[in-house]
């Protein structure tokens, strides 16, 4: 049975194909080079099947994460009987499902089916998900746990905000769901708006400003708008919010600025103080309302693991307190918590809890994406005349120029599926010195100088480095997505520096060398140089680009940020100086 998954969101949209041994999955956004892509994703679609060798026909059901009916309605809504175009007819299949779809009825529903006839009378089933059981079977059914108490936040999806259910086998049962307009999600990006950046969107560049700021200046004022109770639930007091009204453009009202006596602001490359001291006090209390949450998912649920999933479990520095202080063995995170992994939800709910398929796949690794041959690399290196070398061993020769302060872009192997880059679509400097930070951020990414980076280690060395907790050092570990931040040890700090945050925590990635063994060896030799077995590393893109997919993205890239030298497949190109 082969399942395809598919996410049209603003978040981006993205497409998976599942069969319970192989999994590939896409993000549109890397494709059409249209950050947070949301349009549906026919160049993911295409190349998921062609990946595996299918065709659509091939596909048994598709699963898509939304049963709500208005959730495409500026989709177009005119028939076609073309179906041999099948992303087209896909679309607009869909686009007319969801119109027939009750809203009245999804919070109860766990999905709706409909057949559409394609090819010679076959039957296509498509099932429309519940949002936030599309979450739970993302967080779960992958995880390798045979049973788990699951916890999902995030904005909204369906009109659910947050959920909390328990995973058996390929079962899952909802325990609670809190309703919309109550959402964790929209609390934290009214916030990021008011501070001048793009809700929805850039809630981490929030959550990087909150080191610059204390906390107490408006932690008070800040936990006055959301009421904690004892189940685990919470509310918003929703006289200081806009997000629920559609006609409103900002998510915050004329109240809310009156309570923190600052206006909306403006300045997002040179923060004044007071947004860096509110930004702490959010990123504070939005810690201890999550914690708080967690807390109580495990005396409810009396589990020992817990899965966590939605576009809240990409904020690290909560992670970090549910894995130190919530009272779990164990926890796993999807690399991909958001909308984005849905389309991996919707299958595995699919294929395990519909068709009660055996669970074996573990989702341990996020090198889901395309891959391109060194032939491939060394034709587009040719033809466009680029001078080029191929080291007899690549990663000692990206070390020795790392460790000579060199900052290389690395591409090589499958492109990360998630929003983060963990060594095939990476930048990496060398992570001793302070002023890397601010060479990458103000002549690399061109961002904002207060954004912070993260470190690679290897699992044999990673125990010296930072504080991990017993069940850290696996491949199904936050810390292996860089999903988590863990304390840097004290010995460390001075040679950690532009990875270390101002707390002494980072944002570590684990690198498994049965999982990403040249990334692995690149590491290793750079240990070997410095004696510091770690590296710097940072997505492959500039500010306003999603990461880079294809050896020409990767060039252009290369060519037009201060980078001095690019590892491409086992291709190196170091950039000449200037006057030569």
């Known amino acids: 049975m082969k399942y395809l998954g598919i996410t049209q969101t603003h978040h981006g949209s993205s497409a998976a194909v599942y069969d319970g041994e192989r999994l590939v999955a896409c993000n549109e956004e890397r494709v059409n080079r249209v950050k947070w892509s949301s349009g549906f994703p026919n160049q993911s679609i295409d190349w998921c099947l062609n990946e595996l060798g299918l065709a659509i026909q091939d596909i048994d059901a598709v699963g898509f994460y939304m049963t709500s009916s208005n959730y495409l309605s500026s989709a177009r809504s005119s028939h076609t009987d073309v179906w041999r175009f099948y992303p087209e007819a896909l679309y607009t299949v869909m686009s007319e499902l969801l119109q027939r779809a009750r809203p009245e009825a999804a919070p109860g529903v766990r999905h709706i089916r409909e057949s559409v006839h394609f090819f010679d009378g076959k039957a296509l089933e498509l099932y429309f998900i519940d949002h936030h059981l599309a979450h739970a079977a993302a967080s779960f059914l992958l995880s390798g746990f045979e049973r788990a108490a699951i916890l999902c936040l995030d904005g909204t999806g369906d009109g659910c905000s947050l959920s909390v259910s328990r995973g058996v086998g390929t079962e899952i049962e909802f325990l609670y769901r809190q309703p919309f307009p109550h959402s964790l999600g929209q609390f934290y990006a009214t916030f990021t708006q008011f501070l001048g950046f ?28 959301i009421r904690l109770h004892d189940d685990g639930s919470f509310e918003l007091d929703m006289r200081y919010f806009a997000f629920h009204m559609v006609t409103e453009r900002f998510k915050y009202n004329s109240r809310f600025v009156e309570l923190f006596g600052l206006p909306p602001n403006q300045q997002v490359e040179d923060v004044p103080q007071g947004y860096c001291d509110l930004a702490a006090a959010v990123q504070r209390v939005t810690e201890d309302v999550v914690l708080h949450i967690a807390t109580c998912v495990k005396r409810l649920t009396a589990e020992d693991n817990l899965c966590y999933g939605g576009g809240v479990a990409l904020n690290c520095l909560a992670n970090g307190r549910i894995l130190q202080q919530s009272g779990f063995r164990d926890v796993y995170i999807p690399p991909n918590p958001g909308d984005g992994g849905l389309a991996i939800g919707s299958c595995a709910y ?15 690794h996020d090198y889901l994406g395309p891959a391109y041959s060194a032939d491939e690399i060394r034709t587009l290196l040719r033809d466009n005349g680029l001078s080029y070398e191929e080291p007899a061993n690549i990663a000692e020769a990206v070390a020795k120029r790392l460790a000579a302060s060199k900052v290389v872009g690395r591409f090589d192997g499958r492109q990360e599926f998630g929003p983060r880059a963990l060594g095939n679509r990476s930048i990496l400097a060398d992570p001793r010195s302070s002023a890397t930070k601010a060479l990458l951020n103000r002549k690399i990414k061109y961002r904002e100088p207060f954004r912070p980076f993260a470190p690679s280690s290897t699992q044999d060395r990673v125990g010296e480095l930072f504080q991990m907790r017993p069940q850290a050092v696996k ?10 931040t863990v304390p840097v040890r004290d010995q460390w700090r001075a040679q950690l520096q532009a990875v270390t945050h101002h707390d002494g925590t980072a944002r570590l990635q684990t690198v498994f060398a049965e999982k990403n063994r040249k990334y692995h060896d690149v590491i290793q030799a750079f240990g070997r140089e410095t004696g510091v077995p770690a590296v710097l590393n940072t997505s492959f893109n500039v500010r306003g680009e999603p990461m880079v997919l294809s050896p020409q993205d990767a060039l252009r890239c290369f060519y037009s940020t201060g980078m001095d030298t690019l590892a491409i497949g086992p291709y190196l190109l170091d950039k000449r100086p200037a006057h030569a």
């Open 198 to 225: 793009e809700p929805n969107a850039d809630e981490y560049k929030m959550m990087g400003l909150a080191a610059y700021g204390n906390p107490e200046v408006y932690a008070e004022k800040v936990r006055r708008l």
């Open 350 to 364: 699919l294929l395990h809890t519909l068709k009660g398929a055996r669970r074996a796949f573990v989702y341990d």
């Open 475 to 484: 491949a199904t570990a936050p810390e292996s997505f860089m999903l988590a």
